[in-house]
């Protein structure tokens, strides 16, 4: 490849790093994943809504907040010809809340359930399950403060993750209270880890200064040791109502007999969240084993300039439960067969093919056409290939006596058919 490039003085192009090309064997299990999101959102009552690839900068500067990593240092920004800042989203929370507010969703319904589908960006160390442009499929419900909202997104983010990945998901769950209190908890944290800073690396002691939440996050054992000794725990530290409420999605939770474990070093990366916040990790994974996190974010919509409005969402990772992949979702996601081959030879047999295969695709019949003028040997070799369960062969003595022959590939046994009849006999052979 790199050789014929070289000779003939023409670049030859990869991929750029930590992108993925998806190719059609991939895209079987791909459109079973996109059909049973769709399938299991309607049956809750979420409707889907796109937004666009990039937004403003800003939005996400307000929203996942500055000092988390994925604004410090994962995003992709640009700036277009007006100098304007734009950013290729790198999560879609925020645009689903920008969408909501610039259209006025929540004029028409006092509680707004949305779900989406798309492509993120974020520029991370690529690594299996980590990419730089992934997939992402997700719901928010607006305007419900109430635990029954929590668990109706829980119970949805579970049901789509089982539909994937039936075996091996661990539901854990913690709840952050609200933001005044977290303030003081931010506060009391700090103060009890301050006396250890240095003996922390420098990332977990920049994180103490800016985000202490987000130590909880560390990798480096000596950090998580000094957490485990001196760290207070959120969930010890918030509000009677915070627990309250944490109490009733635990409640909740159990009534739906969906198992799930307090952890109460859970903390999610974006800065948004209070309350309830989830997240569900895949046995079948390595490093990077979550495949879906979620929470409440009852501040987002009024720090993005609306009213006050409670919410609470998920987002699941689909390159990860795509691997994590159950069998019976893979066995399930069959390539659709290919139902005709059509091998023509000659002149008239060939002029006569197009319309031929067009009239067999309005009766929803599939058709391959040979196009390469080959021999009729070769064409049957393809059409064996091509694993059609039929061959359709049209020479011209049969276009002359306007037939073709009809070979079952399963069986190899032949048949003329008259070519008026053609379409409407298949039709009726498929159905069958
Ligand atoms: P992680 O801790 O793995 O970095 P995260 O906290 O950044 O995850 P979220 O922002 O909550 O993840 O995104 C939700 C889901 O999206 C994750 O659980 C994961 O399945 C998936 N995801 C996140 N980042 C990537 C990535 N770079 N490549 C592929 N999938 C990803
Ligand atoms: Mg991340």
């Given at each position: ?92 929370t ?44 997700g719901?928010e419900a ?7 909202q929590d668990?109706?997104i829980i119970?949805?983010a ?14 854990r769950l913690n709840s952050l209270g ?68 944490f109490?009733?999605v ?16 859970l903390v999610r990366g974006l800065?948004y969240y209070s309350r309830t916040t989830f997240e ?12 879906c996190g979620g929470g409440r974010y009852d501040?987002l ?10 919410a609470v969402g998920f987002a ?117």
């Amino acid at each position: 490849m790199a050789d014929r490039a070289a000779k003939s003085g023409t670049q030859s192009f990869s991929r750029i790093k930590g992108t993925q090309d998806i190719l059609p064997a991939d895209m079987p299990q791909r459109h079973l994943l996109e059909e049973t999101i769709g399938a299991v959102m309607g049956r809750y009552g979420y409707r889907e809504i796109r937004t666009p690839v990039f937004e403003s900068t800003e939005l996400f500067q307000r929203s996942v907040g500055a000092a988390t990593d994925i604004v410090n240092k994962e995003m992709y920004s640009f700036e277009d010809q007006g100098g304007k800042s734009l950013t290729l989203r790198p999560e879609l929370t925020a645009p689903v809340v920008r969408a909501y507010l610039q259209n006025n969703l929540g004029k028409e319904l006092p509680l707004t359930r949305l779900y989406y589908l798309g492509d993120l960006f974020r520029q991370e160390r690529p690594q299996k399950g980590r990419h730089r442009q992934f997939g992402q499929f997700g719901a928010e419900a607006l305007g419900s403060p109430y635990p029954e909202q929590d668990v109706e997104i829980i119970a949805l983010a579970w049901e789509l993750c089982r539909a994937v990945v039936p075996e091996g998901l661990d539901l854990r769950l913690n709840s952050l209270g609200n933001p005044e209190a977290r303030q003081a908890y931010l506060a009391l944290l700090k103060q009890a880890l301050a006396p250890h800073a240095a003996a922390m690396g420098d990332r977990d002691r920049q994180r103490l200064e800016t985000n202490p939440l987000r130590l909880f996050d560390t990798k480096d054992p000596d950090t998580q040791a000094l957490l485990d000794e001196y760290a207070p725990l959120i969930s010890d530290n918030i509000s009677d109502e915070d627990q309250d409420h944490f109490g009733a999605v635990k409640a909740g939770l159990d009534s739906l007999g969906i198992a799930y474990e307090h952890d109460k070093k859970l903390v999610r990366g974006l800065d948004y969240y209070s309350r309830t916040t989830f997240e569900i990790t895949s046995a079948a994974l390595g490093a990077q084993d979550a495949v879906c996190g979620g929470g409440r974010y009852d501040g987002l919509v009024a720090e993005l300039g609306g009213p006050a409005t409670p919410a609470v969402g998920f987002a699941a990772g689909i390159e990860r439960l795509l691997l994590a992949a159950g069998e019976a979702f893979r066995l399930a996601a069959e390539q659709p067969g290919l139902d005709v081959y059509l091998a023509v030879i000659g002149d008239g047999p060939r002029a006569k093919a197009p319309s031929m295969a067009g009239a067999l695709r309005e009766q929803g019949v599939s058709v391959m056409l040979e196009t390469l003028r080959r021999s009729l040997k070769a064409q049957l070799r393809e059409a064996n290939r091509s694993g059609a369960r039929y061959t359709v062969i049209l020479g011209e003595d049969e276009l002359a006596k306007g037939v073709c022959t009809v070979k079952d590939m399963a069986d190899g046994g032949q048949q003329e058919v008259g070519l008026e009849a053609l379409a409407v006999r298949f039709a009726e052979l498929l159905a069958s």
